[in-house]
């Protein structure tokens, strides 16, 4: 690994015991984060990103391979990992009792050095809550105070673990700032979330995971490059029976790509000002009544599934990929 290389991981491997066998929540992970950069790690249910994830944060631990965070190792400095990163789970219970101040105070006390409890407080909005207790907080904030604890440490290196996940639109804008200041600040964060518009709005790169193994890397735009085309016509139509397929949209000069989705059709285009005019035209040669119509740019979310076939945010995960157990939240009793 290079000396700025945050995170280095070689040939990673995680196997449970099964009951039909052993089951492969990852396979042979390679992956390496650079210092400074805000890196998206997404991928499907079951896909081995949460253990991944865990085994990064030193909560899991690998079957074989290697795995380095900031230059070192969890087997051999795990005192030494731990004064230097910030985590914020997938979800965080609090002493109902305890004021936000009191949290502050309680995780700064874990680290040799660290930020002022109000200057932490103050980046994550929440300086007028100081002294109120966490059972009056709103969903929100008591998200904005978990990530308020992994930064009291001044970590180099923070991960977000789906940090927006529920969160109203104010509340997922309010916690993206907080990102934003990190990157401003040239510090690492590994961010992993079910949005794919924040992914594409925040990461500097992105890696895709399925079935245990990067099949994508590289920034936003690269990976919408390589989908080919620029937009995406959608359309459904009026009554539409099994008689209509996507291939008969295929054929359609200036059409990349044509598929079914939902009730309707997409197709990616280059320059959709010259296909929409033909697409009109084959519906109405063919006397079907057009029902919706929308276009859009490619996005994150499209890549996404034509690499894996499912989006992001579908609940459906594949048996054989499935975990054999679901991540406990972290308890913090003071």
């Known amino acids: 690994m290079s000396c700025q290389t945050v995170i280095g991981v070689r040939n990673l491997v995680k196997t449970y015991p099964g009951r039909d066998g052993p089951v492969h929540a990852v396979r042979g992970l390679d992956l390496e984060v650079q210092a400074g950069e805000c890196f998206g790690l997404l991928g499907p249910n079951g896909a081995g990103k949460t253990t991944t994830v865990e085994i990064l944060e030193g909560l899991n631990e690998p079957t074989s391979g290697e795995v380095e965070v900031l230059g070192h190792r969890w087997s051999l400095d795990a005192a030494y990992i731990r004064q230097r990163i910030g985590v914020t789970l997938q979800e965080t219970r609090f002493p109902e009792k305890a004021t936000v101040a009191e949290m502050v105070r309680l995780f700064r006390s874990f680290y040799d050095h660290g930020l002022d409890g109000a200057e932490v407080l103050r980046r994550v909005a929440l300086e007028a809550k100081a002294n109120a207790f966490v059972e009056t907080l709103s969903g929100g904030q008591q998200r904005r105070l978990a990530v308020a604890l992994a930064l009291v440490g001044d970590p180099e290196l923070l991960f977000l673990d789906e940090p927006t996940t529920g969160l109203d639109p104010q509340s997922r804008l309010q916690l993206q700032d907080v990102i934003r200041e990190l990157q401003g600040r040239g510090r690492t964060t590994v961010l992993t979330t079910h949005y794919m518009d924040e992914a594409e709005r925040l990461c500097d790169r992105v890696a895709i995971v399925d079935h245990g193994q ?39 000069e200036g059409v990349l790509k044509a598929v079914e989705r939902g009730n309707g059709f997409e197709l990616t285009v280059s320059e959709p000002h010259r296909v929409l005019p033909r697409l009109i035209s084959h519906l109405e040669a063919t006397g079907r009544q057009l029902g919706r119509l929308t276009t859009r740019h490619v996005s994150l979310e499209d890549v996404f599934v034509a690499l894996t076939g499912r989006h992001l945010r579908d609940n459906q995960e594949p048996a054989s ?3 054999p157990r679901t991540r406990r939240p972290r308890r913090v009793r003071a």
């Open 214 to 252: 990067v099949i994508a890397l590289g920034t936003p735009a690269e990976l919408i490059a390589r989908l080919g085309g620029e937009h995406v016509i959608e359309f459904a139509i009026e009554n539409h029976g099994t008689e209509v397929q996507a291939s008969e949209f295929a054929g359609l």
């Open 321 to 323: 990929e499935a975990q």
